[in-house]
């Protein structure tokens, strides 16, 4: 797994987008990484500023936003400096957010986005739909989504696993991000078509049996995943729980009260709906915590 040298946060100074700065303040300071704080001011909404606008005003409302927008950054910056001791760079740019976002990770060399869960423009809008799927696959970075105010490192972390290489990946990568927290690696099994096998009349009988075997199956192939891992330092706990996968994770999360989920793009049965699928979705939008979504091809 590489390092994380180098963070991108992005803002629309909302409450949730500020969040989402302390949060990469504190993890650029942990790991002794470059923090940027970038604001993007939407083509949409200057487009719409401009129809409303004389056409030779319309440039000097632009140079307004504009120097509006450094001035929140850099006072946002201050203030990250004030209580983090982090000396955060600052960025405004215009036009299309997932172009600008994807734009300025690749010309930063940036190691990690992120953002916050909801905000009052762009940042919301990031994370409804369709449009999650389009920043995902518009980078190869992986992505914090912040849900809360930091309170200090990150002390618990829940990785979702189903044993493939993936699942190392995103165990290494919540390990980079929190070096002191503890790792819960969480796999969820099910009997196979097990509503089919019930419409189908199987008898009870026969189904705790097949319960049975598909736990024993799924606790040894855990049991051999943890020990073939080899992250050096880190706190492991696994955790083998029956259930469907979202939900599965969104619950233990708070039963275990983990502040962070670290899942992968992509992954093998169970978890392969992580490529930007439902599940992705479903953990972002009732994750009681932070979620860091591995990348698909820096490891």
């Known amino acids: 797994m590489e390092q994380i040298k180098s963070i991108l946060a992005t803002t629309d100074f909302s409450e949730t987008s500020a969040n989402a700065a302390q949060r990469a303040a504190i993890v ?3 790991l002794d990484a470059k923090c940027t704080i970038a604001n993007v001011i939407s083509r949409g909404t200057l487009n719409a500023l401009h129809d409303l606008m004389a056409p030779d005003s319309s440039d000097e409302l632009e140079h307004v936003l504009v120097d509006d927008a450094l001035e929140k950054l850099h006072k946002l910056a201050a203030g990250l400096k004030s209580e983090y001791g982090v000396e955060a760079a600052v960025s405004v740019s215009a036009g299309s957010v997932l172009r600008q976002i994807a734009q300025q990770a690749e010309s930063q060399g940036a190691s990690l986005i992120v953002m916050g869960a909801h905000g009052s423009g762009f940042v919301r809008d990031l994370l409804i739909g369709s449009t999650t799927d389009r920043v995902l696959r518009k980078t190869d970075r992986p ?3 912040v849900r809360k105010k930091p309170a200090g490192d990150y002390q618990r972390v829940l990785v979702p696993v189903d044993f493939s290489e993936r699942s190392g990946a995103a165990i290494a990568l919540a390990h980079v991000v929190a070096p ?8 969820a099994y099910q009997v196979p078509y097990e509503g089919h096998l019930r419409m189908a009349g199987v008898a009870e009988s026969k189904m705790v049996e097949l319960r049975q075997s ?9 049991e051999e995943f943890v020990a073939g891992i080899g992250v050096s330092g880190a706190s492991i706990r696994p955790l083998l729980v029956q259930g469907q996968a979202a939900s599965a994770i969104v619950e233990q ?3 275990l009260e983990c502040d962070l989920i670290a899942i992968g793009k992509q992954g093998l049965r169970m978890i392969e709906e992580l490529v930007l699928g439902s599940v992705t979705r479903q953990v972002l939008e009732q994750a009681p915590c932070d979620v860091l979504v591995a990348d698909r091809k820096r490891h």
Do not use: F, G
Not at 216 to 222: F, I, N, P, V
């Open 253 to 255: 999360a708070a039963k």
């Open 28 to 30: 650029s300071r942990t």
């Open 214 to 222: 598909a736990k024993d199956e799924a606790a040894r192939q855990l």
């Open 180 to 187: 002191k927290a503890e790792l819960v690696l969480m796999h």
């Open 143 to 145: 992505m914090l989504v």
